[in-house]
């Protein structure tokens, strides 16, 4: 069984930062790619960034020099550092990784997500 845990979210001024982060745990050979998402009310669940296991990232136009996607392979976690948020970053972050198992399956994996609430 793997689990993967969010935390980080918050309320903040536009302008100001935060930082989630996403621990895996479980039965984890070795993770893959990692990513974040989000939603907005009455929106699509969007990527957001997306960073692979040799540490290649790729973002979103629209938080392109604002965020950074990070990750600790000893620790099973990932990172997402959000600065100069904006309301429209306003949503629910979710991380998603792939992940081998150590029976040597492969899936992907959701987390519970953490809302992330930017005030004008």
């Known amino acids: 069984q793997v689990q993967l845990v969010e935390s980080g979210g918050g309320l903040v001024q536009a302008g100001g930062s935060l930082r989630l982060s996403c621990a895996a745990s479980?039965?984890?050979?070795?993770?893959?790619?990692m990513r974040w998402y989000r939603q907005a009310p009455g929106k699509q669940r969007e990527l957001v960034a997306d960073?692979?296991?040799?540490?290649?990232?790729d973002y979103v136009d629209s938080v392109k020099g604002r965020f950074t996607i990070s990750r600790d392979n000893a620790k099973n976690t990932g990172y997402l550092q959000m600065n100069s948020l904006k309301p429209e970053d306003t949503a629910t972050y979710y991380c998603?990784?792939?992940?081998?198992?150590?029976?040597?399956?492969?899936?992907?994996?959701w987390g519970q997500g953490t809302q992330v609430t930017v005030s004008s």
């Open positions: 960073i692979t296991s040799g540490g290649s990232t």
């Open positions: 998603n990784a792939v992940i081998t198992t150590t029976s040597r399956n492969w899936n992907t994996y």
């Open positions: 479980g039965s984890i050979r070795s993770i893959n790619a």
